[in-house]
């Protein structure tokens, strides 16, 4: 896709950018993790933050801003219940209580157009605060 094939309902576009990114995690293994959010300007879902590979899940958390949605694009590592090491490509939406009520409403409107571009997401884990990141609350997801 590029960003003028992925407009969404909002009409906020996914930057070739971000999908670039994504695929950085993804297939490359490049970053641990890319946080994505909507731009100033309410056009395009562009690439806020890099993960490095040597970061693990709690600092993806630590990233989300308490009062802004985000996206996230993890390669979350775990092990299977018969002892595997696994991963899985985690799309978590942030969309805290404190955000602002059209925030909220954009990052939304615009989440199935995102999971779209960014074509083999393995889990989406929706959180309004930092207790839905928990791993336990997608184990079952994992499975």
């Not at 970061?55 to 989300?64: H, I, L």
């Amino acid at each position: 896709f590029t960003s003028t094939e992925s407009n969404m309902s909002s009409g906020i576009a996914v930057s070739d950018d971000a999908i670039k990114a994504y695929q950085e995690v993804q297939t490359g293994k490049k970053h641990r993790y890319v946080i994505l959010k909507i731009s100033d300007d309410h056009t395009e879902v562009v690439v806020e933050k890099f993960g490095d590979r040597t970061e693990t899940y709690e600092n993806v958390r630590e990233q989300f801003p308490a009062k802004e949605c985000r996206y996230a694009v993890v390669d979350y590592e775990y092990t299977t219940s018969d002892g595997r090491a696994s991963d899985k490509v985690l799309f978590v939406v942030w969309a805290p209580d404190s955000a602002r009520i059209k925030d909220k409403m954009l990052i939304t409107a615009t989440k199935d157009s995102v999971k779209r571009a960014l074509s083999g997401i393995g889990i989406e884990v929706q959180a309004t605060d930092q207790s839905e990141l928990e791993p336990s609350e997608f184990a079952d997801k994992l499975k």
